[in-house]
């Protein structure tokens, strides 16, 4: 490709990702503005990326890819799939913003999570192995640092541990990239070449070169085997950071998952059987996870726990390698958002408030703050996927797509996740019910204080309410959108 | 007029304006929720005037809720689909009945009344939704819908375990719903709506499900499918309703949560939600898996003599009265299985019946277990004697309990038993699905009930008084538990006295789901 070309390329590829572009450009204003700015720094950037956040959304909107659109010489591409998952990134980091509006925060807190953003969206659109790693460690670099924001000795632990194993990750994802490099002489994955020296390559390399890729993505994707570092970041990180780490990262991760699994899935013909692998590993982080979050006494270690298991339950819909699947994943992925939020959201209305190490500090605190308690059990029954949440209507959706790609195929390690992954409820219930159970069916203990709870932040709440039994109601509206989204690697 | 919609949504609505009213009105909350029930009970009125028993299904409100379409599977569709027919009618008046006395029973609730009664109303729609929806997805999302409210209700208002009793009661019956949900997504994949002929509908119309040519030929759950999935389905189903009965041995939540409970909310537990269970069984389990239902009949039928038995012994062995009552409960519901086993028309109507009756008597005894609670806070029955000398009005309304739950004839307990009894004998005549030996055992489930109930009137009421509480002062019924002990003990008398003004209703409905139910699993029999 000429220089020519390249710029040609670079420059008709620009328009097409405005909302990118102006995240970057947002991302110096921070900077400077944070520089400059003497009195109310926080509350000036926080309104400042909420705004960038909508204007991003604003161009999204406008610029909705309706056909597939490669971009910057192939290295990306925007399609109707990626799209949605920016719009649900720039969704998750505007409302990350808006869960500590009141909080005193240093210029870098918005600063990376605008990059956060940024990168994650750039990660939906990757379709190249080097664009995946660039977009990744913008993803992971501001990740490891706001993991360590509350600025004391457990989260600069927590993060320091985040660093080292991410930096390993990173290290597997290039090291299997390469492999796969040597294997077919080309890095993008979408591409023909790649399926027929797939194909004709030998097992054993591919299967080492796919493992090491995943493996990468799994940890971003917080899932077993990948899943060790999530305990520590979550209980240490301030809570909307993790709100934030739980669901952006996380999401991105999975799109990388569906495209590099289908890629390597060769529609059917790779030499190992692709279904069996993920729903093994869907059952094992479902399994995993909630199996360990009854242990817990810490009620953001057992989020935590409960943050894998729910990257099971996002594997559960790929599973299928369909489109009934993926489809059933996006909506997942939406309730998904809306739900841990909405619980992380009341999470740091209460630990505003008082420390919360364990759980019997929510002691009887249903009683006084009776709004953002019934948030925090409205949120963690949806996450159980009780009705009539939006968590339920999703894991109606993927479970239905794994009943069809049961009966399809006649796996029985997909009627064991089918069974063992609904089986999981009662389990999951056990521990999310200890923070309803402590916080109305405890005594209030003597001389709690009462709190000044603000109309913003309860108008969050709402929202968030409102959406998650939105979606329930009538769920139709949301599906029938993503029933519309075409994808094709 | 939408009746059904209407009795689903007074207490909705009332619950969201009680929700908008300060808590420091405490009295206000007690007075909306007896508004709400009073207006379902007029409601009650005027549906059971406009019902025409033997018409089949009435009262039908139907609308679209969920129409998605599912790329390669076709489109998904869940209505909201709600409607009456001689099973559900006479459930449903009874909710309405049973909701009214427990609130009643609730005026005096001392703590969070705003919240207590807000549960409660949420708690009445709930159940009132279950036993209408025809959908079985708007189904499911009202039977778990009444696990949230009953878990804070025991919860919070309970008695000294009530924090271990709730979260047991909560898992269990989760438990049970998960197997549902699981049967429930098998089978609307597996059925497709007969209305659409262009493409393929997933319906999750309980109707539908009912008729064997609705199911996608090659489907997994179709009568024709290979290996015997239909039988696994119909296991996971029947455990799923079974819990909720409860049927032994999925019953061990049941006295934890009794025992535990607040009076009222025991009442609607006993009266009410093992109702629900034993609804879904005639409702779902037995119309959509009649071939697997003749291939476990015998077991279905044990289970219900096994909870005869095992509930009568327990109850024999209780020290605690509201204990002796939950283990009576679960010694009823075995007849109630015990008669859907048998499957013939006087088996299916003895059983709705004996859930009727039982939903008032059982209401009556744990009211009664709730009089003497309050008062002394002491259920033990050793700690009792001669409670007959100091409160005889009590004392009536407990034997007036205890026979009509024991089965004397003249009560309604004893029509619903005898029904069953004709059904179980018969079945091994006419279908040869319960074997003669298991209603015989059961007939000893009868002798035992009338062994612990007048075992307990002896030991309680009668003989010199003495009591091992702190006062000897008891006062006898107050003005409040005649109204709500009366009109249950006249219900039971007039069921008793005039089976047909019951039998109406349920006598049409058991005999097309006998017909219709053996000439579908014959001709889906290959």
């Known amino acids: 490709m000429s220089v020519a070309d390249a710029i040609a390329s670079f420059s008709a590829s620009l328009p097409r990702v405005l909302p990118e572009v102006v995240l970057a450009a947002s991302s110096c204003v921070t900077l400077l503005l944070g520089l400059f700015l003497k009195k109310n720094k926080s509350a000036v950037l926080a309104i400042f990326s909420i705004a960038v956040f909508l204007v991003a959304i604003g161009l999204l909107v406008a610029t909705w890819p309706q056909q597939p659109v490669s971009l910057f010489a192939g290295m990306f591409r925007a399609d109707d799939f990626s799209a949605f998952f920016r719009l649900l990134f720039l969704t998750g980091g505007a409302l990350t913003i808006c869960i500590a509006l009141q909080k005193e925060s240093s210029t870098e807190y918005y600063l990376f999570i605008q990059a956060v953003v940024a990168g994650a969206c750039w990660l939906a659109m990757s379709m190249h192995f080097v664009a995946v790693l660039v977009s990744l460690e913008l993803v992971s670099i501001g990740s490891y640092i706001l993991a360590g924001f509350a600025f004391n000795k457990a989260s600069s632990e927590g993060s320091l541990k985040y660093f080292l194993m991410g930096s390993v990750a990173t290290a597997c994802l290039i090291y299997g990239a390469s492999l796969l490099y040597g294997i077919t002489g080309t890095f993008d994955f979408s591409s023909q070449q790649l399926a027929d020296a797939l194909l004709q390559s030998q097992t054993g390399f591919m299967l080492i070169a796919a493992f090491l890729i995943l493996a990468a993505i799994l940890f971003k994707l917080t899932a077993f085997p990948f899943h060790l570092w999530a305990p520590d970041v979550y209980q240490s990180a301030p809570t909307p950071v993790v709100a934030f780490i739980s669901v952006v990262p996380k999401l991105a991760g999975l799109v990388v998952f569906i495209k590099l699994v289908l890629a390597f899935n060769l529609f059917g013909q790779a030499p190992i059987n692709w279904k069996s692998v993920i729903s093994a590993l869907a059952l094992l982080s479902i399994l995993v996870g909630n199996l360990s979050a009854l242990a817990q006494t810490n009620p953001k270690r057992m989020l935590a726990y409960s943050s894998i298991a729910q990257a099971g339950f996002l594997l559960v819909g790929v599973t299928t390698l369909d489109l009934a699947g993926i489809h059933a994943t996006m909506f997942y992925a939406v309730a998904f958002l809306l739900m841990n939020v909405l619980v992380f959201t009341a999470l740091h209305f209460f630990e505003k408030w008082k420390s919360l190490p364990a759980f019997t500090n929510f002691s009887g605190l249903g009683r006084v703050a009776f709004v953002p308690a019934l948030g925090l059990v409205i949120g963690l029954v949806a996450l159980t996927g009780l009705p009539p949440t939006a968590g339920f209507t999703a894991k109606l959706f993927v479970f239905s797509a794994l009943w069809g790609s049961w009966t399809d195929s006649g796996q029985f390690i997909v009627l064991l996740l089918f069974v063992t992954g609904l089986l999981n409820t009662i389990v999951a219930l056990y521990f999310y019910l200890k923070i309803p159970y402590y916080l109305f069916l405890k005594a209030t203990p003597p001389g709690t204080a009462s709190i000044k709870i603000t109309f913003t932040g309860n108008l969050l709440l709402l929202i968030l309410v409102i959406a998650i039994v939105w979606l329930f109601l009538n769920p139709g509206l949301l599906m029938g959108w993503i029933n519309r989204i075409t994808f094709v690697l | ?526």
């Open chain 2, 1 to 526: 007029m939408p009746y059904i919609s209407f009795l689903i949504l007074i207490p909705i609505v009332i619950a969201l304006v009680a929700l908008f009213i300060p808590t420091r009105y405490k009295f206000i909350f007690s007075r909306l929720a007896l508004a709400a029930t009073i207006l379902q009970l007029v409601l009650c009125v005027g549906m059971i005037v406009h019902f025409q028993p033997g018409e089949g299904l009435q009262l039908v409100e139907r609308h679209s809720w969920i129409s998605l379409t599912l790329n390669n599977w076709g489109r998904l569709q869940a209505e909201y689909l709600v409607a009456l027919d001689g099973l559900s009618l006479p459930l449903v008046v009874l909710s309405v009945v049973i909701m009214l006395i427990a609130t009643i029973s609730s005026w005096h609730i001392a703590k969070s009344r705003k919240g207590y009664f807000i549960l409660l109303l949420i708690l009445n729609a709930a159940i009132i939704g279950s036993f209408c929806a025809l959908d079985f997805l708007l189904f499911y999302v009202f039977f778990e819908f009444m696990l949230l409210p009953m878990f804070f209700l025991i919860g919070m208002w309970g008695g000294p375990r009530r924090e271990y009793a709730s979260v047991k009661f909560f898992l269990y019956t989760l438990l049970g719903s998960i197997f549902i949900l699981i049967v429930m997504i098998g089978l609307y994949l597996s059925v497709q709506s007969p209305e659409s002929t262009d493409e393929v509908v997933h319906t999750f119309n309980v109707l539908h499900m009912q008729q064997a040519k609705n199911f996608i030929a090659g489907s997994l759950l179709d009568f024709t499918g290979a290996g015997n999935w239909r039988l696994w389905a119909f296991a996971l189903l029947f455990i799923g309703f079974a819990i909720k009965v409860p049927v032994v041995p999925f019953h061990t939540w049941l006295p934890d949560a009794h025992v535990e409970a607040p009076t009222p909310i025991s009442v609607i537990l006993a009266a009410l939600l093992l109702k629900v269970g034993a609804y879904g069984i005639l409702r779902f389990v037995y119309p959509v898996f009649p071939d697997a239902a003749i291939y476990f009949s015998d077991w279905v039928a044990g289970m219900g003599v096994v909870s005869i038995i095992y509930g009568a012994l327990n109850a024999l062995a209780s020290k605690d009265l509201k204990r002796l009552i939950a283990y009576s409960s679960v010694s009823h519901m075995g007849f109630v299985l015990l008669g859907i086993a048998s499957a013939t028309t006087e088996g299916i109507a003895g059983a709705i019946y004996q859930m009727v009756s039982h939903g008032i008597i059982s209401a009556m005894l744990f009211l009664i277990a709730g009089v003497v609670y309050d008062r002394t806070h002491d259920r033990l029955i050793e700690n009792y004697s001669g409670l007959a000398l100091k409160m005889k009005y009590y004392t009536s309304f407990t034997v007036i309990a205890f026979f009509a739950s024991l089965g004397l004839p003249g009560f309604s307990g004893f029509i619903g038993e005898v029904l069953i009894f004709f059904g179980a004998f018969q079945s091994n005549a006419i279908n040869n699905l319960v074997p003669l030996w298991m209603p015989v055992v059961a007939t000893l489930g009868l002798l035992l009930g009338a062994g612990y109930y007048l075992w307990t009137l002896q030991r309680m009421f009668f003989g010199p008084f003495s009591i091992r509480a702190n006062f000897t002062e008891l006062t006898d019924l107050t003005a409040r538990e005649y109204l709500m002990l009366l009109p249950l003990a006249l219900l039971t008398l007039l069921f008793g006295i005039l089976p047909q003004l019951l039998l109406d209703f349920i006598n049409p409905f058991a005999a097309t789901f006998t017909s219709t139910w053996f000439l579908f699993s014959t001709n889906a029999t290959p």
